[in-house]
């Protein structure tokens, strides 16, 4: 008797653990492979009431015009154009985030949603940041899915309320440049996109010369992902078209 009562137990409490482990079909079918120019990077696509946008990196898409502009989309091994209406930017020019304005409509809302004010997340919890560094991901005869990667949400700065920049202790790749930042909300027992991926923090590399480390100037990577709050997508869609930062 206590025997099954502990296999309930443990597979109720492994259920519950499920959300928290892996990454929704949904948002991998979200995430996308673009090419813009000579440029290549990730991109994910959002419903804001109703309406579909694509959003990234704003280094990710610096070539293309701000309307008008033609992204490349691999989709089932081949490259296909998606037009959009035009560009638009979050207010502060400190942000690395560009939204693309579609003239498509979303029948129904994503599961995996925007969150107000980076609503559910807290310090310290699993993240996964999804993209496609050097290209790489799944591939099948029928699409793709995005690299998936996972790290801890460890400090966001706020100083600067139009411009949250959140950091998150996970070794990011080139490639991963405007792939969403998802977390599991514990509050509303759902997934939720916290931010977009801007790149990582570089740091200096020292060398050993004759038993002493040495200064070099060579850039690595420390480990740290950086990204900007999925807030300042909504502000890019609120404001509406303007220059480009």
């Known amino acids: 008797m206590k025997t099954a009562l502990a296999i309930a137990l443990w597979c109720s409490l492994a259920t519950l653990a499920l959300p928290q482990d892996a990454v929704p079909g949904e948002i991998l079918g979200r995430t996308l492979f673009i090419k813009a120019g000579r440029e290549g990077g990730t991109a994910f696509s959002i419903d804001y009431r109703g309406k579909l946008y694509i959003v990234t990196a704003k280094h990710v898409v610096a070539e293309l015009p701000k309307t008008n502009a033609i992204i490349q989309v691999m989709k089932s091994g081949k490259w296909t154009d998606i037009h959009t209406v035009r560009t638009l930017f979050p207010p502060s020019s400190d942000v690395d985030i560009a939204v693309f304005e579609t003239d498509e409509n979303i029948p129904q ?33 029928n699409g793709e899915a995005p690299f998936i990667k996972r790290g801890t949400m460890s400090a966001v700065d706020a100083t600067n309320p139009n411009a949250v920049v959140l950091y ?37 590399a020292k060398v ?14 420390s480990g740290i992902l950086v990204g900007y709050s999925i807030s300042h997508v909504i502000q890019a869609i609120e404001n509406g078209p303007q220059k480009s930062p």
């Open 109 to 141: 809302p994503y599961v995996v949603s925007i969150p107000a004010k980076d609503e559910g997340l807290t310090m310290g919890q699993q993240v996964w940041f999804l993209g496609y560094p050097w290209g790489l991901g799944s591939r099948w005869s």
């Open 168 to 204: 998150v202790d996970g070794f990011n790749n080139p490639g991963f440049s405007g792939g969403p930042i998802v977390y599991w909300d514990f509050s509303k027992h759902t997934y939720k996109i916290a931010g977009v991926v801007k790149g990582y923090r570089e740091d200096t």
């Open 208 to 221: 050993l010369v004759n038993g002493e480390h040495v200064d070099t100037q060579l850039l690595v990577n």
